[in-house]
């Protein structure tokens, strides 16, 4: 990390860039390479040291909501490349201040200074036991940018999302404290609509955000659930 704070909307200021080797990929591969070489945030990301240009997410979520505060404990789900987590450090400084962040993914994640980091599956049995164990007890803010690798079939692959996203909030209700926040990665695709509903009744305001930072063509968004009744 640097010590730069970086741009919060970065404008696409380079020329727009073409590969050279498209001919050579497949046409899914050589328009995501495209797209994220001309990412304004790609580079921004880059540039200020984050390990993904999905940290001006969370950045701009908190923006608008103001959630997360100094010594706070917090649990970051499906966190690589970690880009949240670096985020959540930042504003926490749990060396400072004595709060925590805990990061769960399968995948691994280059290191966050004063971030615990657990390689595992969140879907393995043992994984809310070991966070628990990692945060001491309860935590503040349970976030979950998890997403299943897509299946290339929309209605599949939103179940799929959504399966995660409800066992993020099962999991965030048992360790939650009282006017606690969770936040979570859905896709528009009306099955989500059980989980907000059951939001409603555990949490005293629900808000669905979508941050600059998310692509205009992708039907993510987040959903924030603030005041956990517990």
Known sequence: MTDKKPPRDPKRIQKKIHLKTRNKRSISS??????QLNDPYV?????AGFHSRAA???QQINDELDIFKPGMKI???GAAPGGWTQVACEIVSPGKNGGKVVAID???MKPVAEAEFIQMDFMDDRAPDLLKNAIGGKAHIVMSDM????MGH???DHIRIMALAEAAYEFAKEVLLPGGTF???VFQGGSEKDLLLAMKKDFTKVKHVKPPASRKDSSEMYVVALGFRG
């Open 154 to 156: 929309r209605e599949t």
């Open 147 to 150: 997403a299943p690798p897509t």
């Open 183 to 185: 936040l979570c990665k």
């Open 30 to 35: 050589a328009r995501w390479l495209e797209r």
């Open 75 to 77: 649990i970051d789900l």
């Open 106 to 108: 399968y995948l691994e």
């Open 43 to 47: 580079v921004a990301a880059k540039d």
């Open 56 to 58: 001006f997410k969370i």
